[in-house]
């Protein structure tokens, strides 16, 4: 599903702040091939301040954050440069910048080029103040969980009662932006809607900011549940108008759509599945043939209920409006596969294919996932107003 699972966890760690009056900066970059569909770029900071030269690793397309070397080493031309908290070593010719990368069985040759100034991604489209709608925050709790949840809602100055969505993110857990590789999509349609007249909820996942595993433990029934406590926390506040509240979920989050759908007036499912979890990890090219489900591990407790899971026995009990987003390119919800299946399993759906888009509904080239990070856009502005333009029509 969206979250990806990469071969490695670069940088999760603390950045270094660097104190100095007078110093020069080199910038660097490479990409790094993990395999034929995934690719990090990495970067590389020299900074020489009087004697002392430091060096500082980015990966932009994870983190802002920049880590400093826990060793540093001169062999002649090469440099090596070890990261004990990632279990990595860098090796660089200094003449040529081509060397290795080193991360526990991941053995990389790499070549990095120089900079005129340090690298980071676009993204234009995400919203920055001053905003022309009121923000709130809120937060909710789940009895079947210890975690308390936090999100924002966002609706227009004028009084008056709104309609409102509430954004569910799909697998992994993610903050209320559901944000990836920089790119920020709850933010931006909860902008888009309430710049014209709509409220929106979106809501950190269960076990966000939390380093107790145990938080993150739950199926998508149970996160089902967390959406529902949010629509009923939400569906509160006077703004709200309660004959017109709504589910925007994209991905797993469309699973959610579907079990809630008779909870709400109206859903709206983006790259959501309407085949099993198991025929969509077939598709994706995983192999569980013989694979035996430990629910005593967080994962594979969140995996069996996702492999067992059925859209048929929701979507044709759906009796709400409901409208289907799906991408064209789409490599982890194939919708050669899916959207037969809606048009069948829904009674009255409407259901609109972008050819162009792939999983995240941007314009791409193949549709892989390793250009989720190197696009700039990060949703398709046609999709925004679908989604719009769907809400209106269901309040005339």
């Known amino acids: 599903m969206k979250r990806i699972l990469l071969l490695i966890t670069l940088f999760f760690c603390i950045s270094q702040t660097?104190?100095?009056?007078?110093?020069d900066t080199l910038f660097y970059k490479a990409d790094l091939n993990i395999d034929k569909n995934t690719s990090l770029i990495i970067t590389l900071e020299k900074i020489e301040q009087q004697d002392t030269i430091l060096y500082l690793l980015g990966s932009p397309m994870q983190t802002k954050?920049?880590?400093?070397?826990?060793?540093?080493?001169?062999?002649?031309?090469?440099?090596?440069?070890?990261?004990?908290?990632?279990?990595?070593?860098?090796?660089?010719?200094?003449?040529?910048?081509?060397?290795?990368?080193k991360q526990?069985?991941?053995?990389?040759?790499?070549?990095?080029?120089?900079?005129?100034?340090?690298?980071?991604?676009?993204?234009?489209?995400?919203?920055l103040p001053p905003f022309p709608y009121e923000s709130k925050e809120l937060t909710f709790s789940n009895p079947e969980s210890d975690y308390v949840f936090h999100g924002t809602l966002t609706f227009p100055k004028e009084k008056g009662k709104y309609?409102?969505?509430?954004?569910?993110?799909?697998?992994?857990?993610?903050?209320?932006?559901?944000?990836?590789?920089?790119h920020k999509p709850f933010s931006v349609i909860a902008d888009f809607l309430s710049r014209n007249g709509i409220a929106v909820f979106r809501y950190d996942d269960r076990g966000w900011g939390e380093k107790e595993e145990r938080m993150y433990k739950g199926t998508t029934m149970d996160f089902a549940q967390d959406a529902l406590c949010a629509i009923n926390k939400v569906k509160q506040e006077s703004i709200v108008d309660?004959?017109?509240?709504?589910?925007?979920?994209?991905?797993?989050?469309?699973?959610?759509?579907?079990?809630?759908?008779?909870?709400?007036?109206?859903?709206?499912?983006?790259?959501?599945?309407?085949?099993?979890?198991?025929?969509i990890l077939i598709s994706q090219g995983a192999d569980f043939s013989n694979y035996s489900f430990d629910t005593t591990k967080i994962n594979d407790y969140w995996l069996k209920y996702?492999?067992?899971?059925?859209?048929?026995?929701?979507?044709t009990k759906i009796k709400v409006p409901t409208l289907v987003?799906?991408?064209?390119?789409?490599?982890?919800?194939f919708s050669k596969e899916n959207i037969p299946r809606m048009q069948e399993y829904l009674s009255s759906p409407f259901i609109k294919e972008y050819p162009n888009l792939n999983h995240l509904f941007q314009n791409c080239?193949?549709?892989?996932?390793?250009?989720?990070?190197?696009?700039?856009?990060?949703?398709?502005?046609?999709?925004?107003?679908?989604?719009?333009?769907?809400?209106?029509?269901?309040k005339k």
């Open 18 to 23: 660097i104190y100095a009056q007078k110093f």
């Open 65 to 101: 954050e920049k880590i400093a070397p826990s060793k540093v080493k001169y062999m002649g031309d090469t440099l090596s440069l070890g990261f004990k908290q990632l279990n990595a070593v860098i090796k660089i010719n200094q003449k040529t910048l081509q060397g290795t990368f």
């Open 104 to 127: 526990g069985a991941l053995r990389k040759n790499i070549r990095f080029e120089k900079q005129d100034y340090s690298f980071s991604l676009k993204r234009p489209q995400t919203p």
């Open 163 to 182: 309609p409102l969505v509430v954004l569910v993110s799909g697998s992994g857990c993610q903050n209320r932006d559901e944000e990836i590789f920089g």
């Open 242 to 279: 309660t004959n017109n509240i709504g589910i925007i979920g994209h991905s797993e989050g469309g699973m959610i759509a579907q079990i809630l759908a008779n909870e709400v007036d109206f859903i709206i499912m983006m790259a959501a599945p309407a085949t099993s979890g198991k025929n």
């Open 306 to 315: 996702f492999y067992n899971f059925e859209p048929k026995d929701y979507l």
């Open 325 to 333: 987003l799906q991408g064209g390119k789409d490599h982890q919800v």
């Open 365 to 394: 080239e193949t549709g892989q996932l390793n250009e989720y990070a190197l696009i700039e856009e990060t949703i398709d502005k046609q999709v925004l107003k679908d989604i719009f333009n769907f809400i209106i029509f269901l």
